[in-house]
């Protein structure tokens, strides 16, 4: 199969977590949801590990995969604020790192500096997608887990800030060091 259509196939299975979430939302039987949530945690895994081990990664998988997951653990979480499942304040601290990496997305695409940054995904940044999805089942099944699993969240989405801002700015010095060994005329084709 062709590098491409690979590449099609490894996105498109990505973007199945968009109809997993409108399924979530329309569904409120709790084995079904079980299902769709394993279903998204599955298709998350799967997808990176054929992209790695087939050496299909690329600028749109990489981009695709973690909006897909966003959207999916997003409407599922609003999916129970809404129906009273979860408390408002429980969902902010669910979502606390996808905001902050959003906004530290948007402030490297505005800020010259940060620019030529790669944003890839870290290892707690998983590590905070496990665990969001393990709050996303313990809604369903174990409700009492869910205080301590938010817990877990919350911190360990605060580790992820402080890693993938710390990755950032690494990244932007070694770029600018990169850049300041260049003849002049160089300087303003990379800047």
């Known amino acids: ?16 977590r968009l109809p997993l979430a409108a399924a979530f939302v329309l569904w409120e039987a709790s084995l079904v949801r079980v299902g769709l949530v394993v279903a998204a945690a599955l298709s998350d895994f799967l997808d990176g590990w054929i992209a790695r081990r087939k050496h299909l990664e690329s600028y749109w998988g990489a981009l695709i995969d973690p909006l897909a997951d966003r959207g999916f653990v997003m409407v599922a979480l609003l999916t129970y604020v809404l129906e009273g499942r979860l408390s408002l304040a429980a969902f902010c601290v669910l979502v606390v790192r996808d905001v902050a990496t959003g906004l530290g997305f948007l402030v490297a695409r505005v800020v010259p500096r940060f620019r030529p940054v790669k944003f890839q995904a870290r290892m707690l940044g998983k590590v905070v ?17 869910v205080p301590l699993l938010v817990a877990a969240v919350g911190l360990t989405a605060l580790a992820s800030v402080v890693d993938y801002t710390a990755a950032v700015l690494r990244s932007a010095a070694r770029h600018a060091a990169k850049v300041e060994h260049l003849p002049e005329s160089s300087r303003q084709r990379v800047a």
């Open 129 to 145: 997608t496990t665990l969001q999805l393990g709050a996303l089942l313990a809604v369903l099944v174990v409700p009492v887990l």
């Open 1 to 16: 199969m062709r590098r491409r259509t690979s590449l099609v196939l490894l996105n498109t299975f990505s973007l199945c």
